[in-house]
Nanobody, 119 residues
Framework: QVQLVESGGGSVQAGGSLKLSCAASGYTFSDYCMTWNRQAPGKEREGVAAIEIDGTTRYIESVKGRFTISRDNAQNTVYLEMNNLKPEDTAMYFC?????????????WGHGTQVTVSA
């Protein structure tokens, strides 16, 4: 069955760094756009970064220059490197897969990994 398993979350101070990983299985990873999303307490889930099949990347404005999304199709894994973290980055982070192209609608979700940034 399809699985997306996130790891790498934790607690850091502002200005610190974390690298999240999402290991995928049960589907053809290279045929899917992969996204990272987050949800803070009391807020709606938001897309943070996306990487297309061809490696094209997109970010929301608030993380540009600080976060980097990448994928390793040989390892069926997508990463989110997060630098210069801010308290407002505190959230549960989820990876997700969308067939063929980003924006086509999410097909699979992971269960999330918590990121907490203290001031």
């Amino acid at each position: 069955q399809v699985q997306l398993v996130e790891s790498g979350g934790g607690s850091v101070q502002a200005g610190g760094s974390l690298k999240l990983s999402c290991a995928a299985s049960g589907y053809t990873f290279s045929d899917y756009c992969m996204t990272w999303n987050r949800q803070a307490p009391g807020k709606e889930r938001e897309g943070v970064a996306a990487i297309e099949i061809d490696g094209t990347t997109r970010y929301i404005e608030s993380v540009k220059g600080r976060f980097t999304i990448s994928r390793d199709n040989a390892q069926n894994t997508v990463y989110l490197e997060m630098n210069n973290l801010k308290p407002e980055d505190t959230a549960m982070y989820f990876c997700a897969a969308e067939h063929l192209t980003c924006g086509s609608g999410t097909d699979y979700w992971g269960h999330g990994t918590q990121v907490t940034v203290s001031a």
